[in-house]
């Protein structure tokens, strides 16, 4: 096993962008994917998984609803000396399990972690310097991951809250679509600025409920990546709820991104869960109903003027 050896688990713009990341960090990088594209700058190309048992580090970059299939797929490659990481902003399933809890479960790696943090694809590819924060209960697989991947212009931070940083990123994808909406309603700067305090608040209380630290939604994996979403006016998630104020539908408004977007299909399930957890969530849930189509542009405004002073 090459303890150098990175092998990145999905082809699409993320997968390609973690790979040139850790290519030009030095590693040694294989990229699992069926595309049929020129490989980025250094990177090696696979078609089949079972190459991540010559890696001592498989970072996962698919859709959360392939995770499970993916990792299933990986298990007879991986031992308990391999490191498994993933990518993945979204949550499983209607119980909305962590990508790591379902890696747990397919997988006999134990030394697990997530990257989350505010940096785009196209950033990440570039090589412009940005900053991300990989999580772990374990400090090696800490440690790894900024040996893997950290350069001059990639700063890695680290935190122990894994189900944290899973739920902030997770979270923070839903509620950039509701910033992106406030942006297309053409909303005020300081009512744009008031909008996300109250959004990370809100998504602060869900992680929370969820078991994970509410300071972690306050930090880069949460309010940093929401902020920076504010400044990415190409984001998908930005994009989408852009459109959706324009009065586009969430098929149209989705399918313009090019991109498939987890918190899309996330945001009902994430509403639905705080309902069942009671968790309040005024904002969510206003975005869900315009999701829905019906839920007028004032509604998440109203959501926002009618929250509590003091929480």
Request: net charge neutral.
């Amino acid at each position: 096993m090459n303890p150098r050896g990175v092998c990145v688990l999905g082809g699409g713009p993320w997968g390609r962008a973690l790979a040139s990341a850790a290519a030009r960090a030095g590693s040694h990088v294989t990229l699992v994917t069926r595309r049929v594209e020129a490989p980025p700058e250094g990177v090696a190309v696979a078609t089949e998984p079972r190459v991540a048992a010559e890696h001592a580090l498989t970072v996962i970059a698919v859709p959360s609803a392939h995770v499970r299939a993916a990792a299933a797929d990986l298990a007879p490659h991986l031992s308990g000396a391999h490191y498994l990481v993933h990518g993945v902003r979204g949550l499983a399933g209607d119980a909305l399990a962590t990508v790591s809890e379902v890696l747990s479960e397919e997988t006999p790696a134990r030394r697990l972690g997530a990257l989350g943090g505010p940096v785009l694809a196209a950033e990440l590819a570039e090589g412009t310097p940005s900053v991300m924060v990989v999580g772990s209960r374990f400090r090696e697989v800490i440690e790894l991951v900024r040996e893997r991947f950290g350069t001059d212009t990639l700063r890695l931070y680290g935190t122990k809250d894994l189900r944290g940083l899973e739920w902030a990123s997770a979270l923070t994808g839903c509620y950039a679509i509701a910033l992106g909406y406030a942006l297309g309603a053409a909303a005020a700067p300081g009512l744009v600025a008031a909008f996300t305090t109250r959004v990370v608040h809100e998504a602060a209380r869900i992680a929370y409920a969820a078991g994970g630290e509410s300071a972690t939604a306050l930090g880069l994996g949460g309010l940093g990546d929401l902020l920076a979403a504010s400044g990415q006016a190409t984001r998908p998630e930005i994009l989408i709820g852009r459109a959706l104020a324009s009065g586009a539908s969430v098929e149209d408004a989705a399918h313009a991104t090019g991109e498939r977007v987890e918190a899309v299909s996330l945001l009902p399930r994430v509403a639905a869960w705080s309902a069942a957890a009671g968790v309040r969530v005024p904002i969510l849930a206003a975005l869900v109903g315009a999701l829905r189509g019906d839920t007028p542009k004032e509604e998440l405004i109203r959501a926002l003027m009618s929250a509590p002073m003091v929480e």
